[in-house]
């Protein structure tokens, strides 16, 4: 199996930052190789980056080459690509169309199996509730949307597939919450109406799991669903602290054997399915992110290995 990390926490001493850079950056200077290379020693092959660690003043196909030539040293690569952004909403669709096509040129020089985006929309009351994970309304979700959004999304969504296909890459849009795909009915229907070989699903069951103070759906059923579409695989764990009171729910991030979701139960899914694309450990937010994540790394490892 094809193990790559998504991580979401870069900091690395003396490199701290805040904001959308502690999450998805890289860090500065000589700190960024350091960086790389631990994630290449803890065992991953593969890392998934995005277009936040790119200069956008500057050119970004140079950029790009720079970060392959970098990546190369090493000895990884970027084999994932990431976009973002729902792509039917007036305010800011348009824009996020050429976020995702620019990220599909860049995945090209880069070598990226797959440019993987999430249809996350603006909040319609950004005040109010169902903002936030676990609770009992999610704004933007499958069930608020209309007919019209999910056939403008899958319009869309064709013509960056169509793009793609001209290089080689791969297109999959991670069920997520506040977004049009956000369960098994929603991206299989998305799969549907988008129709192309090189466009399929990223059943982050995490986004699944946390999406409502209770599951509209278990990650068993979900991940049996999603896993004959898949084309990429985020792969984090949580606990599920229930407040019924408040109609609500707090989850708590945990290495891959530690929390609610049974992960050895979705890697037989996806096996089964004869899924051969990556399975992507989501990162760590906080704490040692690096013993962590490469205890999630060595249990998904002792999982797959039984199949070879």
């Given at each position: 199996m094809k193990l790559s990390y998504a991580f979401r926490r870069t900091t690395f001493y003396p490199y701290h930052a805040t904001g959308i850079n502690r999450m998805f950056g890289l860090p500065s200077g000589k700190t960024e190789n350091e960086f790389l290379s631990a994630i290449k020693d803890l065992g991953f092959t593969g890392i998934e980056l995005g277009i936040d660690i790119f200069d956008v003043n500057k050119n970004l196909s140079n950029q790009a080459k720079e970060l392959k030539q970098k990546l190369q040293k090493i000895g990884l690569e970027?084999?994932?690509?990431?976009?973002?952004?729902?792509?039917s909403h007036p305010k800011n669709g348009n824009e996020?169309?050429?976020?995702?096509?620019?990220?599909?040129?860049?995945?090209?020089?880069?070598?990226?199996?797959?440019?993987?985006?999430?249809?996350?929309?603006?909040?319609?009351?950004?005040?109010?509730?169902?903002?936030s994970t676990g609770e009992r309304i999610s704004q933007g979700s499958s069930v608020l949307a209309s007919d019209f959004e999910f056939n403008e999304t899958a319009n869309k969504l064709q013509q960056a597939a169509d793009h793609a296909k001209k290089t080689g890459v791969n297109i999959s849009v991670e069920v997520h919450q506040h977004s049009i795909v956000d369960n098994s009915w929603s991206a299989l229907h998305m799969v549907n109406l988008v129709n192309?070989?090189?466009?399929?699903?990223?059943?982050?069951?995490?986004?699944?799991?946390?999406?409502?103070?209770?599951?509209?759906?278990?990650?068993?059923?979900?991940?049996?669903?999603?896993?004959?579409?898949?084309?990429?695989?985020h792969c984090k764990n949580l606990k599920r602290v229930h407040i019924p009171e408040?109609?609500?729910?707090?989850?708590?991030?945990?290495?891959?054997?530690?929390?609610?979701?049974?992960?050895?139960?979705?890697?037989?899914?996806?096996?089964?399915?004869?899924?051969s694309g990556y399975m992507a450990i989501e990162g760590s937010w906080g704490g040692d992110q690096w013993y962590h994540d490469e205890k999630s790394l060595n249990y998904a490892k002792s999982i797959w290995e039984k199949f070879e």
């Open positions: 970027c084999v994932a690509f990431r976009a973002g952004g729902g792509l996020m169309q050429e976020k995702l096509l620019t990220c599909i040129d860049l995945a090209g020089i880069v070598e990226a199996e797959v440019v993987n985006t999430a249809l996350v929309t603006p909040f319609t009351d950004p005040d109010g509730y169902g903002i192309r070989e090189n466009f399929g699903i990223n059943p982050d069951l995490g986004n699944i799991y946390w999406n409502y103070d209770e599951p509209e759906e278990t990650c068993e059923e979900a991940i049996v669903e999603l896993a004959p579409k898949s084309l990429y695989w408040l109609e609500k729910s707090i989850f708590l991030q945990a290495p891959l054997p530690d929390g609610d979701i049974d992960y050895r139960f979705a890697i037989n899914a996806m096996k089964d399915a004869n899924y």
